[in-house]
């Protein structure tokens, strides 16, 4: 095909990286610095393909279970949290476990055991076996019912109409969670809120930029994986403001060449838990074929930092005589820490 040589890149930020996932990656790569590999982790650390192969050269052995680490070894739990039968099943097999669940994830556990513990009915909206519901349900799972998108509330049925609250998983699509939360409404009028927003800043800001940039796209490639519920949420979220189309790849070289034809702007975001060096090469790829004109649309900026899991800052410590630095995070970062 004959590429544009004058084809423009709208390029959203911010994208790519938030402080949880960050968080969670340099938790692998210091326990593997520190305690030597293997070091086990169960599930994918966060749901990028890229990152998890990079970790796995290093050393990471990555498992679906508990019961699959052996006894005795270093565990770390994933940046989508975990059950508190997760955490029985490591103490029983004496593993020695690092916890690296998102905080804004751990605001949500624990707001689950207030509700529950004040007898409420929890409506837990989000997507049916993504990890991150799972640990939430496991929480209260006596007390939480599942909301799987808007269509799933008529299904939804409660003890008692007046102690009802609604929870989400932090990476789902704001504008549909809010339609499942006024359908939810209407059929319970005195459901509560949370006592703050549950979708995390960065899913919420990733979206914003999309959303002001879709309507002067023909295109939007998302770079994510398949399983990154933050990243299929923004190519549905291009499509829905505006977007002729978007795809979701891994790496530039899924693109295929037929998306470009007749197109004349194409714009590229990245998901959450997305190293910045996919995007660049993506960039890169595109500007072979004639897209090297690249504006950036802004939609917020992002400063928030977190401080490693406890367990490990401890061990840290006591090998270096000082506490380790607080992480810094650079949304810009080519490469994993």
Known sequence: MSAPSTGQVLLAAPRGYCAGVDRAVVTVEKALELYGPPVYVRKQIVHNRHVVSTLEKRGAVFVDETQEVPEGATVVFSAHGVAPVVHEEAARLRLKTIDATCP????????????????????LIGHEGH?????????????????????????????DPEKVVWLSQTTLSVDETMETVRRLRERFPALQDPPSDDICYATQNRQQAV????????LVIVVGSRNSSNSVRLVEVALEHGARASYLVDYA???????????????VTSGASVPEVLVRDVLAHLAERGYGDVETITAAEESLLFALPTELRRDLKARSGAEPEQLRHDPAAGHLH
Do not use: S, Y
Request: charged share 35%; glycine share 8%; with cysteine.
């Open 211 to 218: 959303k002001q940039m879709a309507d002067r796209c023909d």
């Open 131 to 159: 990890e991150e519901v799972v640990g939430t349900a496991g929480e209260a799972p006596e007390h939480i019912t599942l909301v799987d998108g808007p269509d799933d509330v008529p299904n939804v049925q409660v003890r």
């Open 104 to 123: 804004l994830v751990t605001k949500v556990h624990r707001e689950a055991v207030r509700f529950a513990g004040d007898d409420f009915d929890i409506l």
């Open 253 to 267: 070289d899924e693109i295929d060449d037929a998306w470009l034809e007749g197109v004349a702007t194409v714009g």
